[in-house]
């Protein structure tokens, strides 16, 4: 009985151990026939264990070709068994996917976001009047408080106006303009949560003393 103890150090590694041991060994088995109409019978009643393990997918014929495709995986392709659907390959799993191409920014303001610098682009592309001039005191007052978010100190206006004439390209100038940016104070200022009063029930009368 002793003898017969086997022990996960001297086990082969599962291929995919959400199926168990004990479906890995049937491959194993199936792989090993010599007979292929035997390999066949055994493939098919191996797929139709591995279905009952979610029988809601069973029928489905795109779980079918899943199930087909991990029973060739699991045997390491080594199983000779027709199969309805076509057999993968080990090149084609092990292939890599093609890297994601992701943007690649790096501001020389980082506290500003990338969010800041299309806002800008865009305000360059408005024809001039009072609402470029609006969405341009609009950006400059988010990137003070993008600023004071980053540093809590002060920081004056002709500092952000001379960053917004640098990220423009020197396309938007206001460096000489004699409009004054939201205070600190204000940009800083915490949200009140509002509460609705209508809701809150207080109950004033006396309490009872037995």
């Given amino acids: 009985m002793i003898d017969n103890l086997e022990y996960n150090t001297s086990r082969e590694q599962l291929i995919i151990p959400e199926y168990g041991r004990h479906i890995q060994k049937m491959i194993n088995h199936a792989s090993s026939r010599e007979s292929k109409e035997e390999r066949n ?30 029973l060739f995986i699991m045997s390491d392709f080594k199983l000779d068994a027709d199969s309805p659907f076509d057999k993968p390959s080990k090149e084609e799993l092990n292939t890599k996917p093609d890297p994601l191409y992701y ?43 993008c600023f004071l978010n980053w540093n809590k100190d002060t920081v004056t206006d002709a500092v952000i106006f001379n960053h917004l004439f640098e990220l423009s390209d020197g396309k938007i100038d206001i460096r ?29 009368r006396p309490r009872k003393r037995y």
Avoid: C
């Fill in 103 to 145: 943007p690649q920014n790096y501001p020389k303001y980082r506290f500003y976001g990338n969010n800041i610098k299309i806002m800008i682009d865009e305000a360059v592309k408005w024809k001039e009047g009072e609402m470029k001039e609006a969405l341009i005191y609009t950006i400059a007052n988010h990137m003070k408080k």
């Fill in 176 to 204: 000489n303009s004699e409009e004054v940016l939201l205070d600190s104070s204000v940009l800083l200022r915490p949200k009140r949560k509002f509460v609705n009063k209508k809701f809150i029930k207080k109950n004033n």
């Fill in 41 to 70: 019978k055994l493939a098919r009643a191996i797929i139709s264990i591995m279905g009952n393990l979610q029988p809601h997918l069973r029928d489905v014929p795109d779980f079918q070709h899943k199930l087909w495709d991990q």
